[in-house]
C-alpha cells in the first residue's frame, strides 16, 4: 500500500539535545511537507520541498533544519535551538507544481515531548 | 485577520443529525478547496477536494462552495458516531502553500 511512514511514534528530548523524526513516502511524490500541530492552533508549516536536494523554510523553522537527499525521504531535526519543541509532527506529500493546489497527504504523526 | 477562519467548537450533536462545518476566508484568489478529516493521534486524511463554486458530494458528504461570500461549507448527512473527528478546511495560497483552518471538533453522540 502506497502512504507515509512516520517514526517513532513517541519521541522523547533531553535539554540540550538534537533529535531527528523520520519521514518516508512510497507515492512518488515530488514535495514534502513538515508541520507542527498544537492544541488549538491549527496545523503551522516547518519546512517544505518541491524537489530533491532543495528546500524552503515555512513559517516557523527556527530551531529546526531538514535534508531531502532522497524523493522518499525528508527527514526533520528539532534542535536544542527550539525552546518549546512539544508538539505533534505531521509530514505530508503532494504532486507538488508551482501552484500547489495538489492536495497533500498525511502521515499519522509523531509526538514529541521534554524529558 | 487570519486568511482561513473556523470555528473551533466543540460541535455535540446526537447520531443521525446533518451537521454543517464551515469555514471562511479573507482572499477571493482562492479557487481550490479541500476538508480534511483527523481522528485523535493520527494525521488529517483529504476528504474532499473542490474546484471553484458549487456543491460535491461523495456518499454522506457534501462540500459547497460560494466564493461571492468567500464561504465554504461540509454537510455530512445521517452523522455516525465513527464521524467524531476534527474537521479542517484547508486552501492553496498566494505562495502555493497550503493554509488550513483552526480545525473543528465533532462530537457525534449515540
Known amino acids: 500500500d502506497g502512504g507515509i511512514t512516520q517514526s517513532p511514534k513517541y519521541l522523547f528530548r533531553k535539554e540540550g539535545q538534537n533529535v531527528t523524526l523520520s519521514c518516508e513516502q512510497n507515492?512518488?511524490?515530488?514535495?514534502m511537507y513538515w508541520y507542527r500541530q498544537d492544541p488549538g492552533q491549527g496545523l503551522r508549516l516547518i519546512y517544505y520541498?518541491?524537489?530533491?536536494?532543495?528546500?524552503q523554510k515555512g513559517d516557523i523553522a527556527e530551531g529546526y533544519s531538514v535534508s531531502r537527499e532522497k524523493k522518499e525521504s525528508f527527514p526533520l531535526t528539532v534542535t536544542s535551538a527550539q525552546k518549546n519543541p512539544t508538539a505533534f509532527y505531521l509530514c505530508?506529500?503532494?504532486?507538488?507544481?508551482?501552484?500547489?493546489?495538489?492536495?497533500?497527504?498525511f502521515g499519522d504523526g509523531t509526538r514529541l515531548s521534554i524529558l | 485577520q487570519k486568511e482561513v477562519e473556523q470555528d473551533p467548537g466543540p460541535l455535540s450533536v446526537p447520531e443521525g443529525a446533518i451537521v454543517s462545518l464551515n469555514c471562511t476566508y479573507s482572499?477571493?484568489?482562492?479557487?481550490?478547496f479541500m476538508w480534511y478529516r483527523q481522528y485523535s493521534r493520527k494525521g488529517p486524511e483529504l476528504l474532499m477536494y473542490t474546484y471553484s463554486s458549487g456543491n460535491k458530494e461523495d456518499g454522506r458528504f457534501t462540500a459547497q462552495v460560494d466564493k461571492s461570500s468567500k464561504y465554504i461549507s461540509l454537510f455530512i448527512r445521517d452523522s455516525q458516531p465513527s464521524d467524531s473527528a476534527t474537521y479542517l478546511c484547508a486552501m492553496p495560497g498566494n505562495t502555493g502553500k497550503l493554509i488550513f483552518g483552526q480545525g473543528t471538533t465533532l462530537q457525534v453522540k449515540p
Open positions: 520541498s518541491q524537489i530533491v536536494n532543495d528546500f
Open positions: 482572499n477571493s484568489a482562492f479557487q481550490y
Open positions: 507515492l512518488n511524490h515530488d514535495a
Open positions: 505530508a506529500s503532494s504532486l507538488g507544481g508551482a501552484r500547489g493546489n495538489q492536495p497533500q497527504h
